[in-house]
């Protein structure tokens, strides 16, 4: 199985080797100022930064992270320097959050080559390796313009629909924090709770306190417990679609196919018939 993960020595290998990979900065956090400045500040040297909001996520409406559109993405891409012959190598500031998303609508689109680098900016600087600062090296140079062209249907999604009928008849993952999924609180979206027939399984949970990721074995029994196996239809979802990309990632390291809600709570709550659940129920398999 080819793992959808690289090292910092593996990348380091890669950029001193005849076909260097093509490297994307994907800082951002929820309700935090743009990556930009964390960027400026230093990042691998090379890397183009990547706004999630703005580049890896449609207008908001009716969720918070939708997809972008092909032609928007398709540009934004080829300005950072993406071509389909080129590997491309993700990260962010360490816990391959963000990073995810971007290696899945990369994937989405039909980029044959994307991994995410495993402990993230934060593990690269641990290992006092180089940086550059300053502003985007690619940007300013249009030459360095890629070819890359978006395909739509490299990885599977779900609509509202079909992750009501993955929570039915497979295992269909809610990635938010605990208190979030059992309706405790909810800090970004106007209602609480969770699909019925969901299972919490948090994002953070996929990786160790240095924001590596546990390995392929560890992971695989994470998710036996819920019943995602490969021969079960896995869906999962979040608030928005961002760190459920994190956990179609994470599955994808255990050998394990999963489709993606990219709509997640912030649309499934915007059709007043879908029915919540708050509190712990959860179906079991």
């Given at each position: 199985?080819?793992?959808p993960?690289?090292?910092?020595?593996?990348?380091?290998?890669a950029?001193?080797?005849?076909?260097?990979?093509?490297?994307?900065?994907?800082?951002?956090?929820?309700?935090?100022?743009?990556?930009?400045?964390?960027?400026?500040?230093?990042?691998?040297?090379?890397?183009?930064?990547?706004?999630?909001?703005k580049?890896?996520?449609g207008t908001?409406?009716?969720?918070?992270?939708?997809?972008?559109d092909?032609?928007?993405?398709?540009?934004?891409?080829?300005?950072?320097?993406?071509?389909?012959?080129?590997?491309?190598?993700?990260?962010?500031?360490?816990?391959?959050?963000?990073?995810?998303?971007a290696?899945?609508?990369?994937?989405y689109?039909g980029?044959?080559?994307?991994?995410?680098?495993?402990?993230?900016?934060?593990?690269?600087v641990?290992?006092?390796?180089?940086?550059?600062?300053?502003?985007?090296?690619?940007a300013a140079?249009?030459s360095?313009?890629?070819?890359?062209?978006?395909?739509?249907?490299?990885?599977?999604?779900l609509n509202?629909?079909?992750?009501?009928?993955?929570?039915?008849?497979?295992?269909?993952?809610d990635?938010?924090?605990?208190?979030?999924?059992?309706?405790?609180?909810?800090?970004v979206?106007r209602?609480?709770g969770?699909i019925?027939?969901?299972?919490?399984?948090?994002?953070?949970?996929n990786?160790?306190s240095?924001?590596?990721?546990?390995?392929?074995?560890?992971?695989r029994s994470?998710f036996?417990?819920?019943?995602?196996?490969?021969?079960?239809?896995?869906?999962?979802?979040?608030?928005?679609?961002?760190?459920?990309?994190h956990?179609?990632?994470a599955?994808?390291?255990?050998?394990?196919?999963?489709?993606?809600?990219?709509?997640?709570w912030?649309?499934?709550?915007?059709?007043?018939?879908?029915?919540?659940?708050?509190?712990?129920?959860?179906?079991?398999?």
């Open positions: 199985m080819v793992t993960l690289i090292s910092t020595q593996g990348l380091n290998d950029m001193q080797g005849p076909r260097p990979p093509l490297v994307l900065d994907i800082r951002w956090a929820l309700g935090a100022p743009p990556g930009i400045e964390e960027y400026r500040r230093g990042h691998v040297p090379g890397a183009s930064y990547v706004d999630l909001d580049e890896l996520a908001p409406g009716p969720g918070r992270h939708p997809l972008p092909a032609a928007a993405f398709q540009a934004a891409m080829r300005r950072h320097g993406v071509s389909a012959k080129r590997p491309v190598v993700v990260y962010d500031a360490g816990t391959s959050t963000a990073a995810a998303r290696w899945w609508d990369l994937k689109f980029h044959p080559d994307v991994r995410v680098l495993d402990g993230g900016y934060a593990a690269w641990a290992e006092n390796r180089p940086i550059a600062t300053g502003e985007d090296e690619t140079d249009p360095a313009e890629g070819d890359f062209d978006a395909a739509p249907g490299g990885m599977p999604i509202a629909e079909g992750a009501s009928g993955v929570a039915a008849q497979g295992v269909l993952i990635a938010r924090a605990p208190e979030r999924f059992r309706g405790d609180v909810e800090p979206d209602i609480a969770h019925p027939g969901a299972a919490n399984l948090p994002t953070a949970g990786v160790d240095t924001g590596h990721f546990l390995p392929a074995d560890v992971l994470r036996a417990g819920l019943g995602a196996k490969p021969a079960v239809p896995v869906g999962t979802y979040c608030g928005s679609g961002v760190t459920a990309a956990t179609v990632l599955l994808a390291v255990a050998g394990i196919d999963a489709s993606l809600y990219v709509g997640s912030s649309e499934w709550i915007t059709d007043s018939s879908r029915p919540v659940a708050t509190g712990t129920e959860t179906r079991r398999h």
